[in-house]
């Protein structure tokens, strides 16, 4: 049997084969747009290839919308019926089985299953990854890479991106100085690795590093042309530190060229574009008719109930564009998942998406004490909704404001004084912390705050 560079046994493949499937493997690190295109061709034209099949299937699921689950069905079905799979390709295809049917903490588990035998499996370790980062799972992400990195050497493919995804655990965990070194030297291995670059930029953003992050990520809008989406959310992240800095002006412009240039319908695209309008509109940047098209969009999404994460962004979107009919069908369609087998799905609906997305929609009908009411519980408890502590952070911005808004002065001064000592160089925070102070007579702080915002506006 064929075997790819780290000696995993690839059933149904000739030496070309897994030889393209290597180079699709390294384009799918990559995040390179011609992962999927090449992978199709290949399942083309080698029918009995289980792996090619089912990372298609992967491929598809990825792509964080429902649509693709019966092309997802098709490619399992299909590896299905090969011959002689082997005990790794037959708990990628459970998984991909357990993927399909939204449980994804099952699929996690059969990719710990391989691992534990195959720790060189990248495939398993990145797609795990993946996955754990949309389920909230940080220590889970740490342990899998502390488990399977004694097993590698800097000689085989896939080191530096081992590097990447454990300098992002290592971040969510809130080891910066480690994550920090880690995602240096991916990078300085591999610079093609999106992800160390965008673990390194995760560093700066929660240690409030706007210099360090602003030189990490100094590229120019034509590079990482030949990626995906993914290179979005690092434009984001570009526009996260000059947001931080108070330069408005350049936030728009990067929303408007990197951010989201066209309408678009892909999660990140959206989660990305929604959580940026509503900072800028916080710190009280008029963004113009920008809501427009993200509105049209999400108002197509409703339903389409995949990554949790992303339900509150629709939200945001509907709320702002005065959609709340639309949003009354999201919300119902999220009660119905409530319903549902997978336990974890059901418990991420109940006590979180259902309540955030009722909260930012009050938030818009100005019913601000139901907002605070609904936010301030859970605020200890938003990481299983998934995604990272930056993105979740949005929601701690809708309940200062919802805060300020329903005069609850002592509440907001309190999240104020805990945001501005979490981003010591946020601009924005300081701003508006010094206007609650003034507004509340306490002058003396309201005089520091004032220096604050000062000494931020003159960082080089």
Known sequence: ??????????????????????????????????????????????????????LKGF????????????????????????????????????????????NTRESCSCWDEILFSEPLD??????QHFSLFWLGEALHMRATISRVLPHWNSSLFGFAQLQGMHAFALEECGDYGSAERLGREAVERHPQDLWAIHAVAHVYEMQS??????????????????????????WWHTALFALEKGEFNQVLSLYDEAVWPDDKSFYLDIQNAASLLARLESYGVDVGDRWNSLGVVSDEKIGDHVLFFTEPHYTMA?????RYGSI???VNSLEKLKQTKVEDNKRTVETLAIPI???????????????????????????????????????????????????????????LSERVALHPNSFGSWVKYAELLENTGKMSMAKQARDEVNRIAMLA
């Open 1 to 54: 049997m064929i075997s790819d560079p780290r000696g995993i046994e690839l059933t149904g493949a000739t030496r070309d084969q897994a030889d393209t499937f290597e180079e699709i493997i390294k384009a799918y690190l990559d995040y390179k747009l011609s992962t999927y295109p090449a992978l199709k061709e290949l399942c083309e034209n080698a029918p009995d290839f289980a792996m090619a099949h089912i």
């Open 357 to 415: 997305c009722s909260a930012i929609r009050d938030y818009y009908k100005e019913d601000y004490v139901s907002a605070v009411n609904q936010l301030l519980p859970i605020r200890y408890s938003y990481q299983p909704i998934g995604g990272s502590h930056a993105q979740r952070d949005v929601f701690n911005i809708y309940l200062i404001d919802a805060a300020i808004k329903s005069n609850q002065l002592d509440l907001a001064t309190s999240l």
């Open 122 to 127: 990248i495939l398993a370790i990145k797609l």
């Open 59 to 102: 491929l598809l699921l990825s792509m964080g919308t429902t649509s693709t689950v019966p092309g997802a069905k098709t490619c399992a079905d299909h590896a299905r019926g090969i011959d002689q799979l082997t005990k790794r390709e037959r708990l990628h295809l459970k998984a991909l089985d357990f993927w399909i049917l939204g």
């Open 209 to 234: 590093n706007l210099k360090a992050g602003i030189r990490w990520l100094n590229q120019p809008l034509s590079a990482w042309k030949d990626r995906n989406p993914f290179k979005d959310h690092l």
């Open 318 to 322: 509907l709320g702002r564009t005065d």
């Open 328 to 330: 009354v069908k999201q």
